[in-house]
């Protein structure tokens, strides 16, 4: 599964930049978040419109899909269908 930059890029309204995005789940239940590793940012919604910092000394927020406190992220293997518009046609 690759992810369409420029589509991602579209969305946050932003000319591309350095950027290592990856599409991660909750260990727990699967629910899925946009991270971009360069800029320790955890995108909350597929609006990319609420975020989070990862780095240290900022709160990490409750999962979204199951409201655990202690939960972290591992990589998806495929999309869910409100990711959709961010993976690459035929990738």
Known sequence: MQLDWDA???RLEEQPH?????LMSCDRCGHQYLVDDE????Y????????ALMA???AW???????????DLVP???????WSWAIKKGG
């Open 8 to 10: 991602i890029f579209s």
């Open 56 to 58: 240290q000394g900022y």
């Open 76 to 82: 998806a293997e495929t999309a869910a269908a409100d």
């Open 18 to 22: 350095d950027a290592d995005f990856q």
């Open 61 to 71: 927020p409750r999962c979204r899909g199951c409201g655990a406190a202690d939960w």
């Open 44 to 51: 909350l919604d597929p609006t990319l419109r609420e975020h």
């Open 39 to 42: 800029i320790l940012r955890l």
